[in-house]
């Protein structure tokens, strides 16, 4: 179920329904009839296919279901409300008059850069589109969209509004999952980086699918740098790989040490268990990680003896292990990985460590959340499994 079917004022009586514990009371609060707050109610019952409230005599006492998705969609219009800030030429509390189609179309329009891509994406049609959003610029007494040339940009404020509008869909889809499991596991969003993908991260995603079958997986791979944004806008959960500097708006949870090693082809020169000096690894060519990421300044670090010894050869900055593997194959370049990273191909007789593993190389692997976030039960039950497996595989305990 997409968050913005449901009805946005509906979803808004729920907390005014279990603060006043009466229909007549929440249908002040949310400007509609009793009659339209009841039709209201039952209607997001059968969408969401649980009781949300027990109706009694002497009011209306919320389901644990209620309660979930009350919580759940407050946390939402609070989303939308700091997103744009109110008073100026929009209304005090603009987040109370938006519409889910106004939200539909503005995220449809944000992400398309086009009201044909809007258009097409939502099944609404152009002017359908053009209506939406310029009502929604209205409530927010703000301009969302700028047009320029025959296309059109996000102002500041329509790249503010996005965001908020993405975390508080986030926030709705988990309520629907809260308050009816039987809909489905719930959706698990991950940015993958690089030295979660070997071995960590598959094993708790099979340790999952095994215990929830309808749990689904939504897996982004990238850097820190092209997965953070997306983390902050709600588009994924959680962030699993190596921790950088601690940033207000984020939450790290450590999970394990991870140590380098050498790595260069089957064969190559300096290959086994002795560690070369400093001049015979600046001997050959290396793939390095880009500027400004960990893996960078530890092997920066390698070199950084105090006796001089200059930096060897790096002619190519790459992240991606797949690309690694293939150029350290084909020729005397070495590089610094996680053992798990290429255990397979070391195992197969493709590559080869040189020495042993690097004592001050280490670097804590963990899970990166927005500050605040609350994970749904599924999402909560994921990291305790994702902890489970860090343990094993720091202890080596790999049944």
Request: charged share 20%; proline share 6%.
């Amino acid at each position: 179920m997409d968050p913005f079917d449901l009805n946005l004022r509906h979803l808004r009586a729920l907390a005014a329904i279990v603060a006043r514990g009466s229909m007549s009371a929440a249908a002040e609060v949310v400007s509609l009839s009793q009659p339209a707050l009841t039709q209201g109610l039952a209607k997001l019952e059968r969408e969401i296919g649980a009781a949300l409230f027990d109706r009694r005599a002497d009011g209306m006492t919320p389901t644990e279901a209620g309660l979930a998705l009350a919580a759940r969609a407050d946390t939402a219009f609070a989303r939308l409300g700091g997103a744009i800030p109110g008073g100026g030429r929009g209304f005090a509390r603009p987040e109370r008059l938006m519409t889910a189609t106004q939200l539909r179309a503005f995220l449809a329009l944000a992400d398309a850069g086009s009201f044909v891509g809007a258009g097409a994406a939502t099944g609404l049609s152009q002017p359908a589109i053009h209506r939406a959003v310029r009502d929604l610029e209205q409530v927010c007494g703000m301009v969302l969209v700028e047009r320029r040339g025959r296309g059109i940009v996000l102002s500041d404020a329509g790249r503010r509004l996005t965001r908020g509008v993405r975390l508080a869909a986030a926030e709705i889809a988990a309520g629907i999952v809260e308050a009816a499991p039987d809909l489905g596991g719930g959706r698990i969003a991950i940015g993958a980086m690089p030295l979660s993908r070997a071995l960590l991260l598959p094993r708790a995603i099979a340790r999952i699918a095994q215990e929830t079958p309808a749990a689904r997986f939504d897996i982004s791979e990238g850097s820190w740098r092209e997965l953070v944004e997306p983390l902050r806008d709600g588009a994924i959960d959680m962030m699993i790989g190596a921790l950088r500097e601690a940033a207000p708006d984020l939450h790290q949870a450590p999970l394990l040490d991870d140590r380098l090693v050498i790595v260069g082809r089957a064969g190559h020169p300096l290959a086994g268990a002795a560690m070369p000096s400093r001049e015979a690894l600046a001997a050959y060519p290396w793939v390095v990680a880009r500027v400004g990421a960990p893996l960078r300044s530890l092997w920066q670090r390698l070199f950084a003896d105090g006796r001089g010894t200059s930096e060897p050869h790096a002619p190519i900055e790459c992240g991606s292990v797949m690309v690694i593997r293939g150029i350290l194959r084909d020729g005397d370049f070495l590089t610094m990985l996680s053992p798990d990273q290429v255990a397979l191909e070391i195992d197969s007789g493709m590559l080869a460590t040189v020495g042993p593993e690097l004592a001050s190389s280490g670097r804590v692997i963990g899970v990166t959340t927005r500050a605040g976030w609350s994970p749904t039960r599924v999402q909560a039950r994921f990291l305790e499994v994702l902890a489970g497996c860090a343990d094993a595989i720091m202890n080596q305990d790999f049944e």
